[in-house]
């Protein structure tokens, strides 16, 4: 069902594992599909210094979280974020068509990471100091006393 | 990446629910009727005479092992059919008497797709639950009788999970009730001893390839005097109830299997009971966060499934596989669909439990060496995924 380059990133996974106090963390999927990967981010200087994931899922989905880590490591955000589902399952050489839903995942819990580390960066600008390097984002509603 | 540059030399196969292998002396029999012996049952020659008694004796092997009489036994192309034919035969012989059939949440897809597809065709159906062992309640299936009910389904070995269903006490209720009722004895008939008159069935299923005969070819016993609407139709076969020229291979094969499995059933349902208590306490023991599926003894001599708690099947099957041992897995992504076994479902399991399950089935190949050797292997696999996992503690 799997060709080589699947299995191989299956039995030797890059970068599992959890960053601590990541600036960016995304989790996608839930139990029920049977899928669930986590993804987290260490950012310096706009770039993905460092990836990691963690997943519960199957041969397929374990393969995607390693191949994503491994596509985006050392980009800038800026094409870290372009990386699709496709851009994925076509590193890994392709997927059977029943396995195609894991790839979105990892695309998903990688920009849902990368989002988290945005949102963050948003909030830290207001009342209160900047660290200069990120334009303050257009506010639609009035600050708010920061949570 | 060459996998079988380092594989181990030991290759374990643990899925003979799925299939087994054809016994030696089952294809020994079965080899003259491919090329020496190969008339057609029907014909009126001698080349048909010699099929005709090849096809009888092993009619007479398969009525044999559950206790029926030759002219009781009909031959399909397996399980699948012989349940289709038991179903969809029997709702529309007694479509006049009513449309209500009654089954179970636990059944083969053979069985529970061909009732979606008679609920379609303007029949009722009622799908009884299960307990948290994969149990039937019998009560449970008399509170579903309605005047309209023409037909009671309630499997003998569940295929998943093992549990031995209380057939032979919802027999005598169908009975009472003057209801047809039929049993899939697929992964029981062969492993236990069991006898139709003792469980009072109208009905029942066999397959040969789960009893080390070939591929191909199953049965459907039909109680005499039991309406039945023919469904493959197109000439006088079985007694004019399923049309097609005999598998007189399989059927030789089929009834050798079936002869075999009788004469080994005791001593064999003995040592595979004690190999897969051995597996089963092993996992629970050695793997934290395991839980044992199906009832823990009323429960097919051969049938280990547990659940490993924040691990995916598919991944566990395919470091197995690594191992040259050979499982299979409730999970979704086994079952190439989005939900986990149905079977896993109506026992209550939560969705991630369900999919972390793993279905070992013991067979007479299966060693104690062989179950060691899984205890050595299994853990370090658990370790490994679990580590992996977005869910549990870290072990």
Excluded at chain 1, 123 to 141: F, N, Q, V
Aim: aromatic share 4%.
């Amino acid at each position: 069902m799997y060709n080589d380059k699947v299995m191989d990133h299956f039995f030797h996974p890059r970068n599992v594992g959890e960053i601590e106090n990541p600036d960016g963390a995304g989790q996608v999927g839930n139990p029920i599909c049977g899928d669930v990967m986590r993804i987290t981010l260490r950012i310096k200087d706009g770039k993905i210094e460092d990836i990691k994931f963690k997943t519960f899922g199957c041969g397929a989905a374990i393969a995607t979280s390693s191949m994503v880590t491994e596509l985006v490591k050392g980009l800038p955000l800026d094409e870290a974020v372009k990386v699709s589902n496709q851009a994925v399952a076509e590193a890994l050489g392709g997927l059977p068509p029943q396995k195609l839903h894991c790839s979105n995942l990892a695309a998903d819990a990688l920009h849902t990471a990368i989002e988290d580390y945005r949102g963050k960066q948003g909030e830290a600008i207001g009342p209160g100091p900047s660290d200069g390097l990120l334009k303050p984002r257009p506010l639609a509603a009035p600050l708010q006393e920061p949570r | 990446m060459n996998r079988e540059m380092n594989a181990p030399e030991r290759r374990v196969y643990l899925d003979h629910s799925a299939t087994t292998p054809v016994r030696p002396e089952v294809l020994e029999a079965m080899l003259p009727y491919f090329s020496a012996e190969y008339g057609n049952a029907s014909s009126v020659h001698s080349w048909g005479r010699e099929a005709r008694i090849a096809v009888d004796l092993g009619r007479e092997k398969v009525a044999h092992l559950i206790g029926a009489t030759l002219s009781e036994i009909i031959f399909t192309s397996g399980g699948t059919e012989s349940d289709n034919l038991a179903l969809r035969g029997v709702a529309w012989a007694k479509r006049s008497k009513g449309n209500h059939i009654i089954t179970t949440k636990i059944e083969h897809h053979a069985v529970l797709h061909t009732c979606e597809a008679l609920e379609k065709e303007g029949f009722k159906v009622t799908y009884v639950g299960c307990d948290k062992y994969g149990m039937v309640d019998p009560e449970d299936v008399r509170a579903a009788i309605t005047p309209e009910t023409i037909l009671i389904s309630v499997m003998h070995g569940q295929n998943e999970v093992g549990t031995i269903e209380p057939v032979a006490e919802i027999g005598k209720m169908a009975k009472e009730k003057g209801i047809t009722y039929h049993t899939d004895a697929v992964q029981s008939a062969g492993r236990i001893p069991l006898s139709v008159n003792d469980l009072g069935v109208d009905l029942l299923t066999m397959s040969s390839h789960k009893i080390y005969g070939p591929k191909g070819i199953g049965a459907l016993y039909i109680r005499k005097g039991t309406r039945i609407a023919p469904q493959a139709t197109g000439g006088v076969h079985e007694r004019g109830l399923r049309a097609g020229t005999e598998n007189v291979t399989g059927i030789v094969g089929f009834g050798e299997a079936c002869m075999l499995a009788e004469k080994d059933l005791p001593e064999e349902s003995k040592q595979l009971t004690a190999l897969r208590d051995k597996l089963i306490s092993g996992i629970l023991t050695r793997i934290p966060d395991t839980i044992l599926n199906g009832h823990p003894t009323i429960r097919l001599p051969h049938n280990v499934n547990v659940s490993v708690k924040y691990v995916e099947g598919e991944s566990m099957l395919l470091n197995l596989d690594l191992m040259r041992i050979g499982a299979s897995s409730g999970s979704a992504c086994t079952s190439g669909s989005l939900e986990p076994s149905h079977v896993l479902l109506a026992m209550g399991l939560p969705h991630e439990v369900a999919h972390g399950s793993l279905r070992m089935t013991l067979g007479r190949s299966n060693t104690g060496e062989d179950i060691d050797y899984v205890l050595e292997t299994l853990p370090p696999i658990v370790s490994r995924l679990r580590e992996m996992s977005v869910f549990g503690k870290p072990s």
